[in-house]
């Protein structure tokens, strides 16, 4: 039999956290096991950055076909068929979309805050998990965390070109020139990403070198 603590990990939440959030269960503590699924849930949606080619394109394109709301595929096939690079589509792409979730998760963390809270009246709301027996559960603010469960572990943040090119890169290339950043070899690292990418050498060694920040 499938367990609570096996389920969750199947969702993506690594062993330890899994476990932790078991024993809350077991203590009817709700309010961590909300928290997480409304995150996750957050991002679920966030378009991939997959190499080469990102998943989104081809599963926006069968919703667009199947009739399914708020997807304009026809938009994005005009995009593609005028030459818009179709990595710097996702990147615009995704950045409305972290930003869009930052904003809804703000919305459930304080849902009177255009209201004003220098108004007497304005309520103080938040959203809480109710247990079998009418308990409350809090969660504890959702906006503060969202930034720490990014699948792409940029805490929200937009990929810089030569992260994206470095992801683009064959794995085995890609631990190579990771190797020699960590060494701070930086000469051999620019000659390798200059085989790699192209560009000028003097480019490709100040390239290196912000990458090494970023990985």
Partial sequence: MTTITQRLQESGIDAGQAEALAQDIQQKKYGPLLRQLLLRGLWADVVDEGMPQPQWLARWRELGESGFPFINSPALQRLLDAGVDVHDLTDVVRSAQVLTIYNIAQLIDEPCRDLG??????????????DEAGALHRYGSLHDALEELDPAGRHGQPRTLELRQFGGLPGELQREIKDLLAQQAWSQAAVL???????????CLATVRQLARQL
């Avoid at 990403?193 to 480019?203: F, I, P, T, Y």
């Fill in 193 to 203: 990403w200059k085989r790699a990418v192209g560009g000028e050498l003097a480019h």
């Fill in 117 to 130: 809270y220098d108004l007497e009246e304005t309520p103080d709301l938040a959203l809480t998990a109710v």
